[in-house]
């Protein structure tokens, strides 16, 4: 059985052990060498989250609109005749919206930020492969 003074031992041995930093020479070549000037840890996650903003927009923008549409043709039938009946037609219209919307946009950010991702993620494995970063990796795809 391990003591505490065993595992104190361990663990300073492990920090004593510990690779240097890198230098700034270093990083500025790791940086300066990969594709938009960001290494791929920071480039997948970076892509990621951008496509699927831009998706989940696109997909907001799509999916309220059509929403809207659908609730419209599927209610043309039965149209409000008073005041308040408009103001909870187009209230309910609303709220279909929305929730159409944020659903679709979810939807179309994850397909667009899979399919970035996946594309992203073929280009560095292509890049580790061949050793080189150049646009013949990026036309394999």
Do not use: C
């Amino acid at each position: 059985m391990a003591t505490t003074g065993d595992k104190q031992e361990t663990r300073s041995r492990m920090l004593r052990e510990r690779p240097p930093p890198p230098t700034r020479a270093e990083v500025d070549a790791i940086y300066h060498n990969a594709r938009l000037s960001l290494p791929a840890p920071l480039r997948l996650p970076m892509a990621s989250a951008l496509s699927f903003f831009a998706g989940f927009t696109l997909g907001t923008a799509q999916g309220g609109k059509m929403s809207g549409l659908q609730f419209r043709a599927e209610h043309a039938h039965k149209l409000p005749t008073s005041t308040t009946g408009w103001f909870l037609y187009h209230k309910s219209k609303n709220y279909h919206m929305a929730y159409g919307g944020i659903r679709e946009g979810f939807r179309m950010g994850f397909k667009v930020s899979f399919w970035t991702t996946a594309m992203f993620a073929i280009e560095q494995m292509f890049d580790s492969y061949r050793g080189t970063a150049d646009f013949f990796n990026t036309s394999l795809e």
